[in-house]
């Protein structure tokens, strides 16, 4: 069973930090592309960061540029998305998500939803 699971979700003051991270189960990691994205009620969601686990220089949205950075582990089972410099427009629920490599081959499809297939559930970050 496929599964990807986030935390380190939760509340700061803006201009603070987290960080959160993203596990995954049940799939072999060594090549897929993996992706952070964001959502507030009432609007799409948002790519933010991806990355693809055999290596390569990451994407980031404009949003976030600057002040999130996107990685893994040596054992690439667990992603991480640390988030500095937080603004009150970063709250939203923070998703992770695996999909095929090629994912990763073109910043808009790595930062869009479409070719993602496995989602973990969510964790809520608040910055007020």
């Known amino acids: 069973h496929v599964q990807l699971v986030e935390s380190g979700g939760g509340s700061v003051e803006p201009g603070g930090s987290l960080r959160l991270s993203c596990t995954g189960s049940?799939?072999?990691?060594?090549?897929?592309?993996m992706g952070w994205f964001r959502q507030v009620p009432g609007k799409e969601r948002e790519g933010i960061a991806a990355?693809?686990?055999?290596?390569?220089?990451?994407y980031y949205s404009d949003s976030v540029k600057g002040r999130f950075t996107i990685s893994q582990d040596d054992a690439r089972t667990t992603l991480y998305l640390q988030m500095n410099s937080l603004k009150s427009e970063d709250t939203a629920m923070y998703y992770c998500?695996?999909?095929?490599?090629?994912?990763?081959?073109?910043?808009?499809?790595?930062?869009?939803?479409?070719?993602?297939?496995?989602w973990g559930q969510g964790t809520q970050v608040t910055v007020s």
């Open positions: 049940g799939y072999t990691p060594s090549r897929y592309c």
């Open positions: 998500a695996a999909g095929p490599a090629a994912t990763c081959m073109y910043s808009t499809q790595a930062l869009g939803v479409i070719d993602y297939n496995i």
């Open positions: 990355l693809f686990t055999g290596g390569m220089s990451p």
